[in-house]
Nanobody, 122 residues
């Protein structure tokens, strides 16, 4: 049974940092591209970070580049998203996802977590 369980969300203030974690099980984690996505109320889901199976390659959209860092530990079946200098537009539900064949914009994910809420306030 595939599981992706996100944690670490919460309520923070503008400029703060937050670190999300995603614990994976039920599939061969070390062979999958992992990603973080988010969806704000009334908006489409968007990718915010991708990391290749090896961890060597990472991808970010311009909206978070320089502020967010994705990392993984294949021995722990875990992927993280370090979010720095958060702003109001970062408020969303954040989802962890895994995919065997994924484009650089996050299309092709096979498995999804249930999400964790991140709320940024003034």
């Amino acid at each position: 049974q595939v599981q992706l369980v996100e944690s670490g969300g919460g309520l923070v203030q503008v400029g703060d940092s937050l670190r999300l974690s995603c614990a994976a099980s039920g599939f061969l984690f070390k062979t999958y591209t992992m990603g973080w996505f988010r969806q704000a109320p009334g908006k489409e889901r968007e990718y915010v970070a991708l990391i290749s199976w090896s961890g060597i390659s990472t991808y970010y959209p311009d909206s978070v580049k320089g502020r967010f860092i994705i990392s993984r530990d294949n021995a722990k079946n875990t992927v993280w998203l370090q979010m720095n200098n958060l702003n109001l537009e970062d408020t969303a539900v954040y989802y962890c996802a895994a995919g065997g064949t994924v484009t650089q914009t996050g299309d092709g994910m096979d498995y999804w977590g249930r999400g964790t809420q991140v709320t940024v306030s003034t």
